[in-house]
């Protein structure tokens, strides 16, 4: 197995032994560091990561964790609300947050030699946050407006929500990020509370700095203002409920006025990037590209929207890049007068004879070189690094897993493919979902 | 052959960060002007090209030709059909993007070092001898077609077209530049042609090259790429006056959120107050969590997840347009808010403390935008289609700086019209109605 990785690394053309330049270190209360240098202009990112997100919520609290992010912008022991991002501004930088299922992460992209302002604010609202009721109140109408513009004035977010959550049957993915509505409605200051004080620690959090920086400066810094804060001991074992063996397949209709065509979407449960183990995923990157990719060259693009005018937009993707499971998708917006039933059986026939058939080598080649190039574009972005280097390391993945990854997608064979193919296209994984506007669409 | 008219070291400097840009104009051979910024660091290049027109340049009944021929570059040309054509792009592991705006053609493309004249040859078939074979007009149209029946479904979309209808009537601006179903559904092979022929000319293209290539060679290869375009295309349209008085357009859809698209007259982009109404709008509307907007509607009530606002000056036109979304109950008090906020800063202006603040901000975020070797090529070219020299990446911070309190007051007065501020509201909003 080493063997065959190092003659393939040498394969590689010589633009590939390109690589960012990265240091970690691991401070004595348990937060992680990363730094990531780039010494093409004077700027830095400082991210700090939470390895916390929506599915680490308790049950009934829903879009806790994304609520809580909100409020981090709220007044500290030290800090007015507001005066966090204000003297960000103030310091000609820009600063932001977001929350996913696995992490919670903060941001601020500034002057380099503003570094150090941005780890003494950032390591003071780790635990010192002093969110008042009437914070809660105010920003909860806020985030209830938030969902209100990201799903709820959405058709096609609202249908994905049923969709994901007849998908997971017993793991939190199933639940939106945001939350529940009736649930974000219920949040008080308690729920968000008791996440803060349990999860917001040292031993919980990496650090993630990309720019014009020396790691022994960065690491420094990180000791003088995020070592001395206590490890949180009470910290639990990050273990949520998995999914059971799914036994049958799911299929749902979603009906709303305001479908302006009809679609369907077809997801099953896949395998994720995990530690040391990151071959599955990889072949399932590949299979996203060759079924699905790109319209003029992948099976579907090809058989349903040049060979046949089945339908006037096909896709597969795979997202693998999450800490316990993952999901591989596909989905067709029918032509006008041809019915979701045919456009499914069409998308099926497919996909079948994809699995039948012997893998093009020159789509293999093809693919491999645009994976490589990837890394090469990668490069030009410095907060898309960090951002890599951030997400895997919340989702339990390592640094080197982070560097193997552009290896082990070269290494990709068609035999990983089918056989990955083979495990994951099963239908009694899966949930079919069709969008319609009325009841007489959902042919 | 080649000459350089200006090699500059130019420092953007800032109270706080300093970006270095060495910008190199360059004029090929064939009378192609560029600027260029050489960075070998990383083995690829970015190339932008724009070009004046756009969708104003659809021809009487032709509405959404630009915008359809733009699609349709990537959909095959010289000898290679779109399958053929793609194919090949992917081999290459370049990127190529067309896309037609209300004012303009904007392409864009990356491509390795270690491929970039069969890169370049690609890019110069798709530009120079499109095929627009009818299966490929016909796919295209359908998908075409089907954002246009989404858009007709949107709040969103269906706010800012009923807002540009009633502000510019018949005028390009007045529609959108996709086209109608009825107009599309018409369009021939030969429209894709004529579009073509009036979009893709020299005397209005703009060039900027950045990455792992030299000035030197930049010439040629831009000669080969875009030599064989037409030297001239079709005039421009005329201005046109922002014909919205203020007040209130509700469209009725059922949906639990108001979408409200607002705004009103604006100045132009060369006005010698822009840059204080530039500031203004920053600390009213555009500078995030701290404007004032946000403040008072987002921050102290709860009504939105987000309100901005931003000066927009067209070729055509000038505007200063705005949007907010909050449930049906709430959206009649976030516009009156909104409109309170208007009058407010109109009557009193801003504090000294408050244009100190943004002042920081702006000057001090200026240097960050220069950013990676595709915003900085997007940003020279769009420098050189409002024509900006290389100097003013130097120069730009002392332009804010230059404001006073004096000037951002007058122009507030001036500018902002609480009177004259009209709203479309989507969606079934408790306690407001259309105006007359």
Same mark, same amino acid.
């Given at each position: 197995?080493?063997?065959?990785?190092?003659?393939?690394?040498?394969?590689?053309?010589?633009?590939?032994?390109?690589?960012?330049?990265?240091?970690?270190?691991?401070?004595?209360?348990?937060?992680?560091?990363?730094?990531?240098?780039?010494?093409?202009?004077?700027?830095?990112?400082?991210?700090?990561?939470?390895?916390?997100?929506?599915?680490?919520?308790?049950?009934?609290?829903?879009?806790?964790?994304?609520?809580?992010?909100?409020?981090?912008?709220?007044?500290?022991?030290?800090?007015?609300?507001?005066?966090?991002?204000?003297?960000?501004?103030?310091?000609?930088?820009?600063?932001?947050?977001?929350?996913?299922?696995?992490?919670?992460?903060?941001?601020?992209?500034?002057?380099?030699?503003?570094?150090?302002?941005?780890?003494?604010?950032?390591?003071?609202?780790?635990?010192?946050?002093?969110?008042?009721?009437?914070?809660?109140?105010?920003?909860?109408?806020?985030?209830?407006?938030?969902?209100?513009?990201?799903?709820?004035?959405?058709?096609?977010?609202?249908?994905?929500?049923?969709?994901?959550?007849?998908?997971?049957?017993?793991?939190?993915?199933?639940?939106?990020?945001?939350?529940?509505?009736?649930?974000?409605?219920?949040?008080?200051?308690?729920?968000?509370?008791?996440?803060?004080?349990?999860?917001?620690?040292?031993?919980?959090?990496?650090?993630?700095?990309?720019?014009?920086?020396?790691?022994?400066?960065?690491?420094?810094?990180?000791?003088?203002?995020?070592?001395?804060?206590?490890?949180?001991?009470?910290?639990?074992?990050?273990?949520?409920?998995?999914?059971?063996?799914?036994?049958?397949?799911?299929?749902?209709?979603?009906?709303?006025?305001?479908?302006?065509?009809?679609?369907?979407?077809?997801?099953?449960?896949?395998?994720?990037? =995990?530690?040391?183990?990151?071959?599955?995923?990889? $072949?399932?990157?590949?299979?996203?590209?060759?079924?699905?990719?790109?319209?003029?060259?992948?099976?579907?693009?090809?058989?349903?929207?040049?060979?046949?005018?089945?339908?006037?937009?096909?896709?597969?993707?795979?997202?693998?890049?999450?800490?316990?499971?993952?999901?591989?998708?596909?989905?067709?917006?029918?032509?006008?007068?041809?019915?979701?039933?045919?456009?499914?059986?069409?998308?099926?026939?497919?996909?079948?004879?994809?699995?039948?058939?012997?893998?093009?080598?020159?789509?293999?080649?093809?693919?491999?070189?645009?994976?490589?190039?990837?890394?090469?574009? $990668?490069?030009?972005?410095?907060?898309?690094?960090?951002?890599?280097?951030?997400?895997?390391?919340?989702?339990?993945?390592?640094?080197?897993?982070?560097?193997?990854?552009?290896?082990?997608?070269?290494?990709?064979?068609?035999?990983?493919?089918?056989?990955?193919?083979?495990?994951?296209?099963?239908?009694?994984?899966?949930?079919?979902?069709?969008?319609?506007?009325?009841?007489?669409?959902?042919? | 052959?080649?000459?350089?008219?200006?090699?500059?070291?130019?420092?953007?400097?800032?109270?706080?960060?300093?970006?270095?840009?060495?910008?190199?104009?360059?004029?090929?051979?064939?009378?192609?002007?560029?600027?260029?910024?050489?960075?070998?660091?990383?083995?690829?290049?970015?190339?932008?090209?724009?070009?004046?027109?756009?969708?104003?340049?659809?021809?009487?009944?032709?509405?959404?030709?630009?915008?359809?021929?733009?699609?349709?570059?990537?959909?095959?040309?010289?000898?290679?059909?779109?399958?053929?054509?793609?194919?090949?792009?992917?081999?290459?592991?370049?990127?190529?993007?067309?896309?037609?705006?209300?004012?303009?053609?904007?392409?864009?493309?990356?491509?390795?070092?270690?491929?970039?004249?069969?890169?370049?040859?690609?890019?110069?078939?798709?530009?120079?001898?499109?095929?627009?074979?009818?299966?490929?007009? =016909?796919?295209?149209?359908?998908?075409?077609? $089907?954002?246009?029946?989404?858009?007709?479904?949107?709040?969103?979309?269906?706010?800012?077209?009923?807002?540009?209808?009633?502000?510019?009537?018949?005028?390009?601006?007045?529609?959108?530049?996709?086209?109608?179903?009825?107009?599309?559904?018409?369009?021939?092979?030969?429209?894709?042609?004529?579009?073509?022929?009036?979009?893709?000319?020299?005397?209005?293209?703009?060039?900027?090259?950045?990455?792992?290539?030299?000035?030197?060679?930049?010439?040629?290869?831009?000669?080969?790429?875009?030599?064989?375009?037409?030297?001239?295309?079709?005039?421009?349209?005329?201005?046109?006056?922002?014909?919205?008085?203020?007040?209130?357009?509700?469209?009725?859809?059922?949906?639990?959120?108001?979408?409200?698209?607002?705004?009103?007259?604006?100045?132009?982009?060369?006005?010698?107050?822009?840059?204080?109404?530039?500031?203004?709008?920053?600390?009213?509307?555009?500078?995030?969590?701290?404007?004032?907007?946000?403040?008072?509607?987002?921050?102290?009530?709860?009504?939105?997840?987000?309100?901005?606002?931003?000066?927009?000056?067209?070729?055509?036109?000038?505007?200063?347009?705005?949007?907010?979304?909050?449930?049906?109950?709430?959206?009649?008090?976030?516009?009156?808010?909104?409109?309170?906020?208007?009058?407010?800063?109109?009557?009193?202006?801003?504090?000294?403390?408050?244009?100190?603040?943004?002042?920081?901000?702006?000057?001090?975020?200026?240097?960050?935008?220069?950013?990676?070797?595709?915003?900085?090529?997007?940003?020279?070219?769009?420098?050189?289609?409002?024509?900006?020299?290389?100097?003013?990446?130097?120069?730009?911070?002392?332009?804010?700086?230059?404001?006073?309190?004096?000037?951002?007051?007058?122009?507030?007065?001036?500018?902002?019209?609480?009177?004259?501020?009209?709203?479309?509201?989507?969606?079934?909003?408790?306690?407001?109605?259309?105006?007359?």
């Amino acid at each position: 197995m080493k063997r065959l990785f190092a003659a393939l690394v040498m394969a590689l053309s010589a633009t590939a032994a390109q690589a960012e330049e990265v240091t970690t270190y691991t401070l004595d209360n348990g937060m992680e560091v990363v730094v990531i240098e780039d010494r093409r202009a004077p700027v830095v990112v400082h991210m700090l990561w939470y390895k916390v997100g929506s599915a680490d919520e308790p049950v009934g609290a829903s879009g806790v964790a994304h609520f809580l992010e909100h409020l981090l912008f709220k007044a500290t022991d030290v800090l007015e609300s507001g005066e966090f991002s204000a003297t960000v501004a103030a310091n000609g930088g820009r600063d932001n947050a977001f929350t996913s299922y696995d992490y919670t992460a903060y941001f601020q992209r500034v002057a380099a030699d503003r570094l150090e302002l941005m780890m003494q604010m950032e390591s003071n609202r780790m635990n010192n946050l002093r969110i008042t009721a009437e914070d809660v109140e105010t920003e909860r109408q806020v985030i209830l407006e938030e969902r209100n513009q990201r799903t709820e004035n959405n058709p096609n977010a609202l249908a994905r929500e049923q969709f994901r959550a007849a998908l997971f049957q017993n793991h939190r993915y199933g639940v939106p990020i945001i939350g529940w509505k009736h649930e974000m409605e219920e949040l008080d200051l308690q729920d968000v509370l008791g996440f803060y004080d349990l999860y917001y620690s040292p031993n919980n959090a990496i650090l993630v700095v990309a720019g014009d920086v020396e790691p022994e400066d960065v690491l420094a810094l990180a000791e003088q203002y995020y070592g001395v804060l206590p490890a949180e001991d009470q910290l639990p074992v990050r273990e949520r409920p998995q999914e059971p063996p799914q036994r049958a397949e799911r299929r749902i209709t979603y009906v709303d006025a305001r479908v302006s065509q009809p679609y369907l979407v077809r997801m099953y449960l896949a395998p994720e990037r =995990d530690p040391g183990a990151q071959r599955e995923a990889a $072949a399932l990157v590949y299979l996203a590209e060759l079924l699905g990719g790109s319209p003029f060259t992948s099976a579907l693009g090809q058989a349903l929207q040049f060979d046949t005018q089945t339908a006037i937009y096909t896709n597969a993707s795979y997202n693998g890049f999450t800490l316990d499971h993952g999901v591989f998708s596909f989905s067709i917006v029918p032509t006008d007068g041809v019915s979701l039933s045919e456009a499914e059986a069409a998308m099926d026939e497919v996909v079948n004879a994809f699995l039948e058939a012997e893998i093009d080598p020159a789509r293999m080649e093809s693919i491999r070189t645009q994976l490589r190039a990837s890394e090469i574009y $990668a490069l030009d972005n410095v907060q898309g690094l960090a951002q890599r280097y951030g997400a895997a390391l919340s989702q339990s993945l390592t640094v080197a897993d982070v560097q193997e990854w552009p290896q082990i997608l070269q290494s990709v064979t068609e035999d990983d493919i089918k056989a990955v193919a083979a495990k994951v296209l099963n239908r009694d994984q899966s949930v079919t979902g069709w969008v319609v506007a009325n009841q007489e669409e959902a042919r | 052959m080649l000459r350089i008219l200006i090699a500059l070291c130019l420092t953007i400097v800032a109270t706080t960060a300093r970006a270095e840009l060495d910008i190199k104009q360059v004029t090929s051979p064939g009378g192609i002007n560029a600027w260029v910024v050489e960075e070998p660091a990383i083995p690829f290049v970015a190339l932008e090209i724009r070009i004046q027109g756009g969708g104003t340049l659809d021809l009487p009944g032709k509405r959404g030709a630009t915008n359809l021929m733009a699609a349709l570059l990537e959909e095959g040309s010289g000898d290679m059909t779109a399958q053929e054509f793609q194919t090949t792009l992917e081999d290459l592991a370049a990127s190529f993007t067309f896309r037609a705006f209300d004012d303009s053609m904007q392409i864009s493309a990356r491509f390795l070092t270690e491929n970039k004249e069969e890169a370049i040859a690609l890019l110069r078939q798709a530009l120079v001898s499109p095929r627009f074979d009818q299966d490929a007009l =016909d796919r295209v149209r359908a998908q075409v077609i $089907a954002g246009i029946n989404s858009d007709a479904k949107t709040p969103n979309a269906i706010a800012s077209s009923t807002f540009y209808a009633n502000a510019f009537g018949d005028h390009p601006y007045g529609s959108s530049i996709d086209g109608t179903i009825d107009s599309v559904t018409a369009l021939t092979r030969d429209d894709m042609f004529a579009a073509h022929r009036n979009a893709l000319v020299l005397d209005r293209l703009y060039v900027s090259v950045v990455g792992d290539t030299t000035a030197e060679t930049v010439g040629a290869m831009l000669d080969d790429l875009l030599g064989d375009l037409p030297a001239e295309g079709p005039p421009l349209p005329d201005d046109v006056a922002f014909g919205l008085d203020g007040g209130i357009t509700v469209v009725d859809f059922e949906t639990p959120q108001s979408v409200a698209f607002f705004g009103q007259a604006g100045l132009k982009r060369d006005d010698e107050d822009f840059f204080a109404a530039f500031v203004l709008n920053h600390i009213l509307g555009a500078g995030g969590f701290e404007s004032r907007l946000m403040t008072e509607v987002r921050e102290k009530r709860g009504l939105t997840y987000g309100i901005g606002t931003s000066l927009v000056p067209k070729y055509h036109a000038e505007m200063i347009l705005g949007t907010v979304a909050s449930s049906n109950e709430t959206i009649a008090e976030a516009i009156a808010v909104t409109r309170n906020e208007w009058e407010r800063m109109a009557r009193e202006g801003v504090t000294p403390e408050e244009l100190a603040v943004a002042k920081t901000f702006l000057t001090g975020e200026y240097p960050l935008r220069f950013d990676g070797n595709a915003d900085i090529a997007s940003i020279m070219a769009g420098m050189q289609m409002i024509g900006l020299t290389p100097d003013y990446v130097v120069d730009r911070n002392s332009f804010v700086e230059a404001v006073t309190l004096e000037d951002v007051n007058r122009v507030a007065a001036e500018l902002l019209q609480p009177e004259g501020l009209h709203f479309v509201v989507v969606g079934q909003p408790e306690g407001l109605e259309s105006t007359q």
